[in-house]
């Protein structure tokens, strides 16, 4: 059975930082290409970023600089390091593992950016 399990969200002032984390289980982990995704209310969910098997990484405009995506293979888990939070950063943040035709999500954890 595959799992992903997102923690980490929270409440948190504009400025401040949070780092997400996505452990997985059930699967061939350091394979799998991860990212991050968010969905704020009323907008459709969005890609922040994604790092491959190989570690290379890749950020949406929005979390350029701020956002940080890392992974530990030895722990089966991603990270996202954000910083810099801003109101409209405010989202489900979810991860998600891919590899060929094989995608699984985490049922998300909630970054609520507000002073």
């Known amino acids: 059975q595959v799992q992903l399990v997102e923690s980490g969200g929270g409440l948190v002032q504009p400025g401040g930082s949070l780092r997400l984390s996505c452990a997985a289980s059930?699967?061939?982990?350091?394979?799998?290409?991860l990212g991050w995704y968010r969905q704020a209310p009323g907008k459709q969910r969005e890609l922040v970023a994604t790092?491959?098997?190989?570690?290379?990484?890749y950020y949406a405009n929005s979390a350029k600089g701020r956002f940080t995506i890392s992974r530990d293979n030895a722990e089966n888990t991603v990270y996202l390091q954000m910083n810099s939070l801003k109101l409209e950063d405010t989202a489900v943040y979810s991860c998600?593992?891919?590899?060929?035709?094989?995608?699984?999500w985490g049922q998300g954890t909630q970054v609520t950016v507000s002073s």
């Open positions: 998600k593992a891919v590899y060929t035709r094989y995608t699984y």
């Open positions: 790092i491959t098997s190989g570690s290379s990484t």
């Open positions: 059930g699967i061939i982990f350091n394979i799998y290409t």
